[in-house]
């Protein structure tokens, strides 16, 4: 392969510099950004990432490497694993074993990122039922140390009683928190930076994605991947909900772009929350 395309994101000392600026909240990547890069050469695409300035990730699997070897590469690029996903029939069915692979990368936090239901027809009975899986797993995860969060996908927003199905979800939730994806709150119809000020310490995770405007939106929890753009760019108040994380104690601020521009827009992103959290 030809890393000559690569060497353009390697920013200038300064630049690095500027990102690497110690702040309460920590700037990570959902590395689902770089699934297709990961394709080519996981090692390089690692190193790129480290390049960034980006130290804390997001995981979902280890590219066919062990654990050890997969731990073994992040710690060549100092790169920490801060949260491990566990799908829903994990979580309900073993989660012991998902607590097990946190601990043994050193992550914090173990995130689910789907609920199964028939697309289109998420209701009040698929929500309960999430609530009690999430609510006995969380409560495990609680007590070896680490923290649950559940990450919404826009469906959950459809109207219940005086609010909607992610309300019934969050006032139910006794031992989980969240991992706000702000792209998708608003896919959903719901304002991500109004439910920040509601909620700030149900939120030690953010993802940040922005949407380009004009992009319709969607309550089954599926949309256009090309409509990630650049943060603070789209139509997402992607600025306020950086500002109100910083004041609320938000942990970790994860970019995840989807598109097909993810390794040329993700460094601008970067860039973007350092500028809004040095203000």
Known sequence: ????????????????????????????????????????????????INQWGIKYIEGGNTYGMSDRKYKQLLDKYDLQLISVGGSFEEMRDNPQAVIEKAKFFGAKYIVTFWIPHTSGNFGEENARAAVEVFNRAGKLVKDAGLTFCYHPHGYEFQRYGQGTLF?????????????????????????????????????????????????????????????????????????????????????????????????????????????????
């Open 167 to 279: 309300d019934l979800i969050m006032e139910s939730a006794e031992h989980f928190d969240f991992e706000m994806d702000v792209f998708w709150v608003k896919m959903g119809g719901a304002d991500p930076l109004a439910i920040l000020k509601a909620h700030p310490e149900k939120f030690p995770l953010l993802h940040l994605k922005d949407r380009k405007r004009g992009t319709p939106g969607s309550d089954d929890g599926t949309g256009d991947v090309e409509s990630n753009v650049v943060l603070g760019n789209g139509d997402i108040n992607v600025a306020g909900i950086i500002r109100e994380a910083r004041d609320a104690g938000t942990e970790f601020l994860i970019i995840e772009d989807e598109s097909s521009r993810s390794v040329a827009q993700i460094p601008q992103s970067v860039y973007f929350i350092q500028n809004e959290l040095n203000r």
């Open 1 to 48: 392969m030809n890393f000559s395309a690569i060497k353009i994101f390697v920013f200038p000392v300064f630049f690095l510099m500027l990102l690497t600026t110690v702040q309460a909240q920590e700037i990570g990547l959902q590395l689902y950004s770089l699934r297709e890069q990961m394709k080519v050469d996981v090692d390089q695409y690692h190193k790129i």
